[in-house]
């Protein structure tokens, strides 16, 4: 049942409760491990299409995908790669943080964006470099705050992010817009200088495989949108 189908119907007040259940657990461990989540307010419907893209516009239509979600969260993103699965794929979701992957668990079952793949989609509480490399992927989308890391674990974790994809596979990440240039302002200098160390690790990332940015305004805050391709 859709949300434009009545109002006094089931499915667009559960869908409303989940929602505002699911920010305000993003916001109670965000404000304790902002390192980790990067933001304080999950991503928005418009950035989860965006992070689907290669997803929903696969190069051999019907042709099934294995599919994995890096920081997982709450689930946000997860809506758009759900939106954009068909039958026959596959996806892992991977939450260090148990209490998002907990709540996340429960989503499978009980929220009806993510109970249709429920049988197809798999929680792992735990860090994405944990998954080992016994499994490769087709698209790869990584919710990690890379701007909060240290530039040789963003490098680490983009290099094994390729180790896992399959060859011609589709790597999507996202950050923020405008963070750098506030914290010119704003951050202590170490802090800044590391940020900006992680973003030529990112770039030079960028340069070599990407295929197409985005921006994305309709989020909070802003963000932009990043897609790598694995060479053939």
Known sequence: MSETHSSTGPYPALRLDERLRDTG????????????????????????????????????????????????????????????????????????????????????TTDPDLARISDRATVHAKLVGEMGTDRTYDVIASGLPFANFDAEDVEEILEYYFRILEPGGYLSFYGYLYTKGVKAVIARREDYLRQARTSWVVQDWIDRY???????????????????????
Do not use: Y
Request: hydrophobic share 45%; charged share 20%.
């Open 25 to 108: 657990l993003f916001l109670s461990q965000a404000l304790r491990t902002f390192k980790a989540t990067g933001s304080v307010v999950p991503s928005s419907a418009a950035l989860a299409r965006a992070m689907a893209e290669h997803v929903r516009e696969r190069p051999i239509p019907g042709q099934p995908l294995r599919i994995l979600e890096a920081g997982a969260g709450t689930g946000a993103i997860t809506r758009g790669l759900a939106d954009a699965m068909i039958p026959g794929d596959t996806a892992d979701l991977v939450e260090s943080n148990a209490e998002f992957a907990g709540h996340l668990s429960e989503l499978l």
């Open 210 to 232: 990407g295929i197409r940015s985005e921006r994305v305004f309709a989020n909070v805050p802003p963000a932009f949108v990043h897609h790598l391709r694995k060479p053939a």
